[in-house]
C-alpha cells in the first residue's frame, strides 16, 4: 500500500540529547513536511522539502535539522537546542508540480523529553 | 507572512443541526484552500479543497465550504451533522508565492447524540 510511514510512533529522550524522527514515503512525492502539532496549537510548519537536496525553513525551525538525500525519506532531527520538544510529530507529503497542494499524512511521532 | 484563523476552537451540537466553522486568511494574492478533518484515533485526512472555479466546493461526507475571496474566507458548512462527524477541523491555505501550507489552531466540534 501506498502511504507515509513514521517511526517511532513513540519515543522518551532526556534532556540534552539529540533524537531523529524518521519519514518515509512510496508515493513518489517531491514535496514533504514536518509539523508538530500541540494542544490549541494547531499544526505548525517545522522544515519542508519541495525537491531531493533542498529545503526551507518554517515557522518553527528553531532547534530542528532536516535532509533531503533521497525522494522517499525526509528525518528530521530534534535538537538539544530546542526548549520545548514535547510534543505531537507529523510528516506529510504533497504532489509537487501540480500545484494539488494535498497533503497525505504518517500517523505521527509522540516525543516525550523526560 | 500568511495566517490562518479559525474562530472556534470547541463548538457542541445536538445531532441534526446545522454546522458552520469559520476560517479566514491573510494573504493577498492567489490561494489554495484546504479544510482537513481528524477523528479521534485517526490519520489526518482532506475533507476538501478550493483551487480555482466554483466558489462552493463539496467535499466528502456532505460536508461543503464557500471561498469568499472579499472577506479572505472559506467557511465549512454541513445542513445536518451526526455524531461520526466528531473530530477536530484544520483550516489551511497555500499562496501562489510557496509550498508552505499553513495550518489553523483547529476546531474541535463535538457532537451530541
Not at chain 2, 491573510?26 to 466554483?54: A, C, E, I, M, R
Amino acid at each position: 500500500d501506498g502511504g507515509i510511514t513514521q517511526s517511532p510512533k513513540y519515543l522518551f529522550r532526556k534532556e540534552g540529547q539529540n533524537v531523529t524522527l524518521s519519514c518515509e514515503q512510496n508515493l513518489n512525492h517531491d514535496a514533504m513536511y514536518w509539523y508538530r502539532q500541540d494542544p490549541g496549537q494547531g499544526l505548525r510548519l517545522i522544515y519542508y522539502s519541495q525537491i531531493v537536496n533542498d529545503f526551507q525553513k518554517g515557522d518553527i525551525a528553531e532547534g530542528y535539522s532536516v535532509s533531503r538525500e533521497k525522494k522517499e525519506s525526509f528525518p528530521l532531527t530534534v535538537t538539544s537546542a530546542q526548549k520545548n520538544p514535547t510534543a505531537f510529530y507529523l510528516c506529510a507529503s504533497s504532489q509537487y508540480g501540480l500545484g494539488t497542494g494535498e497533503l497525505f499524512f504518517g500517523e505521527g511521532s509522540r516525543l516525550t523529553v523526560l | 507572512a500568511q495566517s490562518v484563523s479559525q474562530h472556534n476552537h470547541h463548538v457542541i451540537l445536538s445531532e441534526a443541526a446545522s454546522l458552520e466553522l469559520g476560517c479566514n486568511y491573510s494573504y493577498g494574492g492567489t490561494v489554495n484552500l484546504f479544510w482537513y478533518v481528524q477523528y479521534p484515533g485517526q490519520h489526518l485526512q482532506l475533507l476538501l479543497k478550493y483551487f480555482s472555479g466554483d466558489p462552493l466546493v463539496k467535499g466528502i461526507k456532505g460536508f461543503e465550504a464557500e471561498f469568499i475571496k472579499s472577506k479572505f474566507s472559506f467557511n465549512l458548512r454541513k445542513p445536518s451533522v451526526q455524531w461520526s462527524d466528531t473530530a477536530e477541523y484544520f483550516c489551511a491555505v497555500m499562496t501562489n508565492r510557496d509550498d508552505k501550507i499553513i495550518f489553523g489552531k483547529g476546531t474541535r466540534l463535538h457532537i451530541l447524540p
